[in-house]
């Protein structure tokens, strides 16, 4: 039997405020990239660390750092794997795009998402 996840968010939404299986995981990974790691009252280790680098240059080391903690972020959610993540930036802060894979049914998507360093927002694209 085929577990179905549901839930909701008023997120980008007009009037159809429920989420079913991946785009359900796909909100609850952007929700935990608005955390900045520390951020979270007694999980510290929750969050990402994009939010303190956002201002560095983007060099290949601190890339490889983002990757680090993306691939972390992602391990922390068990109904998705991440293929491939390419780290880039924009105009207004950090690209990044992950391949997510939906491990209950095996389908992918690719996920663009860029944290703008001005108004500290992600931007699903």
């Known amino acids: 039997m085929a577990i179905m996840y549901r839930g909701f968010s008023t997120v980008?939404?007009?009037s159809k405020f429920r989420l079913t299986d991946f785009e359900l995981v796909k909100q609850d990974l952007i929700n935990h990239f608005y955390i900045r790691k520390g951020e979270k009252l007694m999980n510290?280790?929750?969050g990402t660390i994009i939010w303190n680098i956002i201002h560095e240059p983007l060099t290949e080391d601190l890339k490889s750092v983002i990757i680090?903690?993306?691939n972390d972020i992602a391990s922390y959610d068990p109904r998705i794997s991440v293929?491939?993540?390419v780290v880039t930036e924009y105009s207004q802060g950090i690209q990044i795009e992950l391949d997510l894979r939906y491990v209950?049914?095996?389908q992918s998507s690719l996920?663009?998402?860029q944290f703008d360093n001005q108004n500290r927002t992600i931007n699903a694209v």
């Open 12 to 14: 980008g939404r007009n």
């Open 44 to 46: 510290p280790n929750f």
């Open 68 to 70: 680090t903690d993306i």
């Open 83 to 85: 293929d491939n993540v």
């Open 104 to 106: 209950q049914s095996n």
């Open 111 to 113: 996920l663009k998402l």
